[in-house]
């Protein structure tokens, strides 16, 4: 069973720093993306940041570029999402998700509809 778990969320004051989890199980972790999307209420779900775990391709959303850093520990079959510099419109509910990268290497999916699995999510709130 394909498991995706987020972790890390929290309350934080404008400028602090909080580190997500999402930890996986049950598929090949190296043969996939995992990716970060965050959604506040009434809005759609946007992408923030997303990595191949095959060849280590990485991207951000522009309005994170700079302050977010996307990792992934393949020991632990564990994706990371640093987060610095926060700021109030970062507010949302976090989630991972992952996608089999069935054409190999050189593909990084961005859109939340090519990702199959979903963590639960975990709320980061950023006070000002």
């Known amino acids: 069973e394909v498991q995706l778990v987020e972790s890390g969320g929290g309350l934080v004051q404008a400028g602090g720093s909080l580190r997500l989890s999402c930890a996986a199980s049950g598929f090949t972790f190296d043969d996939y993306a995992i990716g970060w999307f965050r959604q506040v209420p009434g809005k759609g779900r946007e992408g923030v940041s997303y990595?191949?775990?095959?060849?280590?391709?990485?991207d951000y959303a522009g309005s994170v570029k700079g302050r977010f850093t996307i990792s992934s520990d393949k020991a632990k079959k564990t994706v990371y999402l640093q987060m610095n510099s926060l700021k109030p419109e970062d507010t949302a509910v976090y989630y991972c998700?992952?996608?089999?990268?069935?054409?190999?290497?050189?593909?990084?999916?961005?859109?939340?509809?090519?990702?199959?699995?979903w963590g639960q999510g975990t709320q980061v709130t950023v006070s000002s």
């Open positions: 998700a992952a996608v089999w990268l069935r054409y190999g290497p050189g593909a990084l999916p961005k859109t939340l509809y090519e990702y199959d699995y």
């Open positions: 990595i191949s775990n095959i060849d280590g391709m990485i």
